[in-house]
């Protein structure tokens, strides 16, 4: 979920005012959105326009065959023609073709639908989602392909209550710490939009990009609010988070040897265990050596292995097996590793390994995820403890600027 990242268009020409937080009072940006992203722009004045919606590949995991789309006022359009088919519109991929209506009988190459409210679509492998009122459906080798347009500040609120999940109602400030959250979602999301542009829309709805399940309750009242920026280019801080540390922060270059601005992340101890009570705090995983084997491509056995760290997580394994070392990055074999023998195995890219016997090895570690950014479960116990939104940002970020963005 953490490439980086695309110059961020923004269109639709509602102006926003820009507040630094603690970068100066009075001080405005002065450019455009675009010429702030590609950090062409001077520090003076001006307010840049804003996404007002985004577009998402839903069910990309699923790839449905055929969907149920649900709505009052529901409208299709389709080869230069528009129906009201009423309140449920049944879809089915056949080939590259779309067959809908509720028949099922009428064929088309693509399909867009729309609706006065969100839509709810239901698909044989899920329960009803809600998602945004236009919806566009094309068929490839009989698996739908389907995009949403969501307003952005309820993709940022639906993806933001998402990703905490449960840490939301066991949290006794639940407000400032989905504040926080949003931000950093916000930032992620606009430091890498159009991040699947070649396939037609801005972001997936799996964790290659954030996890989008759909409108969350709530989430059509999302208003524009902070986002971080990178104070030497200008362009918006791509705000990696994770779900827990494991006590130890790091920045990007430990997951990412070519990534920069490693200062602008907190890195080093979390406080004191500020995540501690995540059931992925430490963690340990036994390895069959056949197991470990089938992640390592081209390796027949193991003379030797040795793990190289930036900042406490393992950055590059090398492994020699007589003929030949090769050399996997850290995150490479944390992801092998999770499509293999499922992603609760392995959890982050913060483990030590020792073999136990010709046939096993032992892997001990700590954390869930990458290790850079906001520690979700560090987070949650800094708004429990009354920090705020702001508080919590600027910890897990110290060198960025947080930029308030406001309607006029």
């Known amino acids: 979920m953490h490439e980086v990242s695309h110059p961020v268009v923004f269109g639709f020409g509602r102006q926003m005012k820009v507040t630094p937080y603690g970068v100066g009072a009075g001080r405005r940006l002065a450019c455009g959105m675009v010429g702030l992203l590609v950090g062409a722009c001077a520090m003076e004045s001006v307010g840049p326009n804003s996404v007002r919606e985004v577009t998402i590949g839903i069910l990309s995991r699923e790839r449905p065959q055929s969907v149920s789309v649900q709505c009052e006022t529901l409208r299709v359009f389709a080869e230069g023609t528009t129906e009201t088919p009423g309140t449920t519109l049944e879809v089915e991929a056949d080939g590259d073709s779309v067959l809908f209506r509720p028949s099922r009988t009428a064929r088309t190459a693509s399909l867009i639908v729309t609706c006065a409210e969100p839509l709810t679509i239901t698909s044989p492998a899920g329960g009803p989602r809600r998602y945004g009122r236009r919806l566009e459906i094309q068929a490839r080798r009989s698996a739908l392909s389907l995009r949403v347009a969501v307003p952005f500040e309820a993709y940022v609120a639906s993806v933001a209550d998402a990703e905490l999940g449960e840490l939301l109602s066991a949290n006794r400030e639940p407000r400032e710490l989905r504040r926080a959250m949003r931000i950093v979602v916000r930032s992620y999301a606009l430091a890498g939009l159009h991040r699947h542009a070649d396939e037609g829309y801005d972001f997936c709805d799996l964790t290659h990009c954030m996890h989008f399940p759909g ?176 508080e919590i940002v600027r910890y897990y970020f110290p060198g960025a600027d947080l930029v308030e963005t406001r309607s006029p």
Request: hydrophobic share 35%; aromatic share 6%.
């Open 215 to 390: 409108l969350m309750p709530g989430a059509e009242a999302g208003e524009a609010g902070p986002v971080l920026l990178n104070p030497r280019t200008e362009q918006v801080l791509p705000a990696y988070f994770h779900s827990t540390c494991g006590g130890t922060l790091a920045g990007p270059r430990s997951a990412w040897p070519e990534a920069r601005d490693n200062d602008l992340y907190r890195s080093g101890p979390d406080g004191a265990g500020n995540c501690a009570r995540s059931p992925h705090y430490r963690w340990r995983a036994e390895i069959e050596t056949d197991d470990l084997l089938g992640v390592l491509p081209g390796v027949r056995s193991i003379q030797d292995i040795q793990l190289r760290r930036v900042q406490g997580r393992v950055s590059l394994i090398e492994v020699n097996d007589g003929r030949r070392t090769l050399r996997l990055s850290g995150m490479e074999f944390v992801s092998r590793a999770g499509r293999a023998w499922g992603w609760q195995r392995i959890k982050s890219n913060a483990f030590r390994m020792r073999r136990l016997s010709h046939e096993r090895y032992l892997i001990e570690g700590r954390g869930l995820g990458h290790g850079v950014g906001l520690c979700q479960w560090g987070a949650a116990r800094l708004a429990a403890e009354g920090a705020t939104a702001e």
